[in-house]
């Protein structure tokens, strides 16, 4: 690579990102015109790129996390309210046990 483009990792992220401007699209060009070495480098990205697993983050389920922790409030009173005072620390939150029957499903408890 040649030291006249210093963020030329930051635009081919943009490119693979499908986010480059088409002034940026040119820089990329010329910068990959300029040698074999800087081709070979993009292709390498390109394909870490491919082969990268898509983020999770857009496909899991919304949390409703103040209703999350209404439900860990209720469970805990409840639980307090049933002993001596002292919460039922063999019993995990949120995974039955509990006097409420929505909170036995212990996706329901953290996925609305």
């Known amino acids: 690579m040649t030291d ?6 930051e635009l081919l992220a943009k490119r693979l ?4 401007a088409p002034e940026e699209e040119q820089q990329i060009e010329a910068w990959l015109r300029e040698s074999a070495d800087n081709r070979q ?9 491919e082969q990268a697993p898509v983020s999770r983050a857009a496909t899991l389920p919304a949390v409703d ?3 999350a922790l209404q439900k860990v409030k209720m469970q805990l009173r409840s639980r307090r309210s049933h002993s001596t005072g002292a ?3 063999h019993v995990p939150l949120g995974f039955g046990g509990c006097s409420d029957a929505g909170c036995r499903d212990s996706s329901r408890f953290l996925f609305p």
Do not use: K, M, P, V
């Not at 990102?17 to 480059?20: H, L, N, R, S, T």
């Open 4 to 9: 006249n483009y210093t963020n030329i990792d």
């Open 41 to 49: 480098y993009f292709e390498g990205l390109q394909r870490l790129w």
């Open 65 to 67: 996390t103040e209703r």
């Open 17 to 20: 990102a499908g986010e480059a």
């Open 87 to 89: 919460y039922d620390s």
